[in-house]
């Protein structure tokens, strides 16, 4: 199934007095590229949520936000960081010397400056609380993929419809080919004729100039691969497997079939073709650069 690069999904669950909550979001990306904010105290998730993502999604930047609040503050231990209190009272101690400033501070004021009350909690299992992240981030992930499924089917439908019009322009040009042919052998007998008069023509060498014209502007080379890439392209997007990079290098290929038929050819009726073929082509382009 096509997957979009664009993707959002969320999980929140209690489990055992935590309450813990996983949020993914992406967008596109050439390669594989995590960011994870957390808690400071259990960075050691971290690796473990981008391995267990990267395990489920190949290509995005991928943010991920993962939340923890324990509900059982039994454990907490608030303590007092002696050395950091003593060295704020000295400086305000000396403040109040130098400058002549009223004593008004007390421990409720110290306790407000950074660090000097220090919450420590009990050891945690660390295997044990991945296990409840890792269940809560397999939930998220779930809706997360389902939404990219939803939006990969609409690329789906685009690309594929897109394609459908790129075939058509093929069919035009492989029935409009032959005919510029003929019609160049025509025109280069009548202006013959009003060169020479009535003068009996040399038809082998007009005959020759007609096979020379054809070769230079026969395309069914090129149309025959066109139509084998536009299969591929088709096969690409049935494939269970990421297809993005794949498709980007076969789109390339497309442009430059397209490319050398318009190069070649000496029709405006076929010129047209080209750049509708063309502009068909950027705008699928466009959309592979969101397909994982």
């Known amino acids: 199934m096509i997957k979009s690069m664009t993707g959002f999904g969320r999980a929140t669950e209690e489990i055992n007095g935590y309450v813990i909550s996983v949020e993914i979001k992406s967008v596109n990306h050439r390669y594989f590229e995590f960011n994870c904010r957390l808690p400071r105290q259990y960075g050691f998730a971290e690796e473990k949520l981008k391995s267990y993502i990267n395990s489920r999604v190949s290509r995005g930047k991928v943010d991920c936000f993962l939340s923890i609040e324990a ?30 400033l009223k004593a008004d501070y007390g421990a409720s004021t110290i306790s407000r400056y950074p660090d ?19 269940k809560v ?16 089917e609409k690329l789906k439908a685009d690309v594929l419809s897109r394609a459908d019009l790129i075939i058509e322009k093929v069919e035009f040009i492989e029935k409009r080919s032959p005919e510029t042919v003929k019609e160049y052998n025509d025109k280069l007998v ?24 054809a070769d230079k502007v026969a395309v069914a080379e090129e149309t025959v691969r066109l139509r084998s890439h536009i299969e591929q392209l088709r096969s690409f997007l049935e494939s269970k497997e990421p297809i993005g990079r794949k498709m980007d290098f076969l789109v390339q290929e497309i442009n430059r079939e397209a490319n050398t038929i318009g190069s070649k050819a000496s029709d405006v009726e076929i010129a047209r073709k080209v750049v509708d073929i063309k502009a068909e082509v950027e705008k699928i382009r466009e959309q592979i650069q969101n397909i994982e």
């Open 137 to 152: 981030a397999c939930e998220a992930v779930d809706k997360f993929i389902e939404m990219r499924s939803r939006e990969g």
């Open 190 to 213: 009548e202006r013959v004729h009003e060169l020479i008069g009535d003068v009996s023509l040399d038809e082998n060498r007009v005959i020759q100039e007609v096979a020379i014209f």
């Open 116 to 134: 000097v009350l220090v919450v420590k909690k009990a050891d945690e299992d660390e295997e044990l609380l991945w296990s409840y992240i890792e």
């Open 71 to 100: 509900l059982n503050t039994e454990a907490a231990e608030v303590v007092v960081n002696n050395t950091l209190a003593t060295a704020y009272v000295k400086a305000l101690a000396e403040l109040e010397e130098n400058y002549g």
